[in-house]
């Protein structure tokens, strides 16, 4: 239970990543706050879950791209919980495209729920953490992304680096507050993200082939690591990138 009593955000909740790492964190004692955008029917199973496992979820529909949602999010676990405790900042897009003829929209878009989204929920929960005084831990979601590149991901590759970045900013900023800002950098896991690229077999062949250790990655392996990393296990880690890709970017090198 490392999580026990404590009140945790999930942003991106409802599928993938996000809803593994909502349920890792109840399972670890957790109440948690379940952010979505227009997938309601999903994050209510999410809920559901939580409930059955005897904590407390509550649910909040939010852009994370629309700065106004982030402290509205972090107002309704207030209000339900009575604190926050643990961000964990995982809603993202990632629609591939080419470079040579990438819609300003699409690039626009795309940095605004990945990065700017990071962004806004990580200042608002580290602003209520610090008037709480007791510390906290903000895990952001990047990639191993931030590390390769993608030729159709020069979009999405970039806000991943930055989130990274951010992180290790965040860490010095908020350190004497007793704040702990950390990013996984994930590698390729099968979700709703990816599903039509990875139905390719050859391509899954390839991708798979990569990875030192046999398989593409689940939400699970990120999940578990989430919790790592919100938990007084990870007490004295700040500002770290912790790649969780089964061995891939090595093997890329």
Same mark, same amino acid.
Do not use: W
């Given at each position: 239970m490392l999580l026990e009593g404590r009140s945790v955000l999930v942003t991106g909740a409802s599928r993938g990543i996000g809803r593994a790492v909502a349920l890792a964190c109840a399972r670890a004692g957790a109440d948690v706050a379940l952010n979505h955008w227009?997938?309601?029917?999903?994050?209510?199973?999410?809920?559901?879950?939580?409930?059955? !496992?005897?904590?407390?979820?509550i649910v909040a529909e939010g852009d994370v791209a629309d700065e106004a949602s982030a402290p509205a999010f972090v107002a309704a676990a207030v209000e339900a919980f009575g604190k926050v405790?643990?961000?964990? /900042?995982?809603?993202?897009?990632? =629609? *591939?495209?080419? *470079?040579? @003829?990438?819609?300003? &929209?699409?690039? +626009?878009?795309?940095?605004?729920?990945?990065? *700017?989204?990071? %962004?806004?929920?990580?200042?608002?929960?580290?602003?209520r953490?610090?008037?709480?005084?007791?510390?906290?831990?903000?895990?952001a979601m990047s990639s191993i992304?931030? !590390?390769?590149?993608g030729g159709s991901q020069t979009h999405y590759t970039p806000t991943k680096a930055a989130i990274h970045s951010l992180m290790q900013s965040c860490a010095i900023a908020l350190g =004497?507050?007793?704040? +702990?800002?950390?990013?996984? !950098?994930?590698?390729?896991?099968?979700?709703?993200?990816?599903? @039509?690229?990875?139905? &390719? =077999?050859?391509?899954?062949?390839?991708?798979?082939?990569?990875? =030192?250790?046999?398989?593409?990655?689940?939400? &699970? &392996?990120?999940?578990?690591?989430?919790? %790592? !990393?919100? /938990?007084?296990m990870a007490r004295y880690m700040t500002g770290s990138a912790v790649l969780v890709d089964g061995g891939a970017y090595v093997n890329l090198q």
């Open positions: 227009r997938d309601a029917e999903a994050v209510a199973a999410v809920a559901d879950e939580i409930a059955a !496992l005897g904590r407390r979820a405790d643990v961000l964990v /900042s995982n809603a993202g897009i990632c =629609p *591939f495209h080419g *470079f040579l @003829d990438m819609p300003a &929209d699409l690039m +626009r878009r795309t940095t605004e729920v990945n990065y *700017f989204g990071t %962004f806004y929920m990580a200042q608002a929960a580290a602003n953490m610090k008037a709480q005084g007791a510390g906290g831990a903000i895990v992304s931030a !590390l390769v590149g =004497p507050s007793g704040i +702990r800002c950390n990013s996984i !950098l994930v590698g390729t896991v099968e979700t709703d993200i990816n599903k @039509d690229d990875l139905s &390719d =077999p050859g391509k899954r062949a390839a991708m798979t082939a990569r990875v =030192p250790l046999g398989r593409l990655g689940r939400p &699970d &392996d990120i999940a578990e690591v989430a919790v %790592f !990393l919100a /938990s007084d």
